[in-house]
């Protein structure tokens, strides 16, 4: 275990720990026994296993799962005894399924973000890592699904218009604490991701206000997250809610708007902008992609801006060709280079058309590699950061390897 990640165990609450990696998992202490939250990736279940069991060595009587993903199922194995509930959406099977009908292409589509650092904590421990769990819910409801455990009352309550189809969230009504998972997505307070760049299903805008009601009719006291620390205080987290109940209807119906005037997305997305009363943050969601999201979410993938779209043959099929017809890649990556800095966007588009006529020219390689630097510089999003990064260096490696 590697001492920042040691940093990031502790107590949040009276009788409740957290353990964080690729998403928080909890434990909650009772006199008749243990509750765990979530239980992270697979090769993360022996750490926060070896830590909940030296907190409390009492009975796993239910292991709760606020989503099917991958980090929140992966170490159902390891905490699961004889007689423990595994209570989850009745989704929970349908989303698990999913996600493994296409676990190699999301791999493959997640790798830019989370390849090394799986690999690097995945090898922490030493040896072969733990098998992924794929957990089967001995508890699964629609709406609500209250127990008693310890003489503390908790409630599962459904929200499937959030992350994914099967989340819910943990209530705890007599202290006012409620276990959210990702049903904001990664970060709090954040635009959501309607669609992940990863590769997801479109999700529905008006369904994830639907979940933003539910949550703020408990008037919870603390919001225990899935990603980071815990996020306290009635009129902090009414606020935040409320913020961003207002920036989605905002964006929604923004772009409801402009579809019925006969507008394009792309000129909805580079114009929309969220009023100062709803700027929320875009760490991990944005409005523009967003934006496009509900677009698509209403319209499908037929935009009507060109016949070509309903063809099989992609713009790149004729960039060489146009390239040969500008007089070669020379000219068309100097006006890339030159666009580098003021439009990286149109750059990019000039790079690759130069690229695809002489994919080793060193000038439309240092033109990628300027305008990917450009958009970098300006990015505060996870996932377009971590995108922008990669690009970076396979173009550092292309242009070593032309040079």
């Not at 309550?157 to 209530?171: F, K, Q, R």
């Not at 700027?279 to 992609?289: D, L, N, Q, S, T």
């Not at 130069?354 to 590699?369: K, N, T, W």
Request: proline content about 5%.
């Amino acid at each position: 275990m590697r001492p920042a990640d040691r940093e990031r165990r502790g107590r949040v609450a009276d009788g409740i720990y957290l353990s964080e990696g690729y998403s928080n998992a909890y434990l909650i202490v009772t006199r008749e026994g243990r509750i765990v939250v979530n239980t992270g990736m697979g090769f993360e279940g022996p750490v926060h296993k070896e830590y909940f069991d030296a907190i409390d060595g009492g009975p796993v009587r239910y292991i709760v799962l606020t989503q099917g993903h991958v980090d929140h199922v992966g170490g159902v194995d390891l905490f699961r005894e004889p007689g423990t509930e595994i209570v989850a959406h009745a989704n929970n099977g349908a989303q698990q399924a999913y996600d493994a009908r296409l676990a190699p292409f999301r791999g493959r589509r997640s790798a830019f973000a989370f390849a090394e650092a799986f690999a690097r904590m995945a090898g922490t421990a030493g040896g072969p890592p733990p098998v992924q769990s794929r957990p089967t819910p001995t508890v699964t409801f629609e709406d609500r699904y209250a127990f008693l455990l310890g003489g503390e009352r908790f409630e599962a309550i459904g929200c499937p218009g959030a992350e994914t189809e099967d989340s819910l969230v943990l209530w705890l009504p007599d202290r006012g604490i409620c276990f959210t998972g990702n049903v904001f997505g990664a970060l709090f307070g954040h635009f959501p991701n309607l669609v992940t760049i990863r590769g997801d299903r479109h999700r529905d805008a008006l369904r994830y206000v639907e979940t933003l009601d539910r949550l703020l009719a408990l008037d919870a006291e603390t919001l225990l997250v899935g990603h980071f620390g815990p996020v306290e205080g009635r009129a902090v987290i009414r606020a935040e809610l409320e913020r961003m109940k207002g920036a989605v209807l905002y964006v929604h119906d923004a772009v409801v708007t402009a579809m019925n005037a006969g507008d394009d997305v792309y000129s909805v997305m580079a114009t929309l902008r969220l009023p100062p009363e709803l700027e929320v943050g875009e760490g991990y969601g944005k409005v523009a992609w967003s934006a496009r999201a509900i677009w698509e979410t209403y319209q499908g993938w037929f935009h009507a801006r060109s016949t070509t779209e309903l063809y099989a043959v992609p713009p790149s099929r004729v960039h060489a060709e146009l390239a040969a017809l500008a007089g070669g890649p020379d000219a068309i990556a100097r006006a890339a280079a030159a666009k580098a800095e003021s439009a990286p966007v149109e750059a990019l588009h000039l790079a690759e058309v130069a690229l695809a006529a002489a994919p080793d020219h060193a000038g439309a390689i240092d033109a990628s590699l300027a305008a990917h630097r450009t958009l970098l510089r300006a990015s505060v999003n996870f996932w377009e950061t971590r995108w922008l990064e990669t690009e970076i260096r396979k173009l550092e490696r292309r242009r070593s390897a032309s040079a």
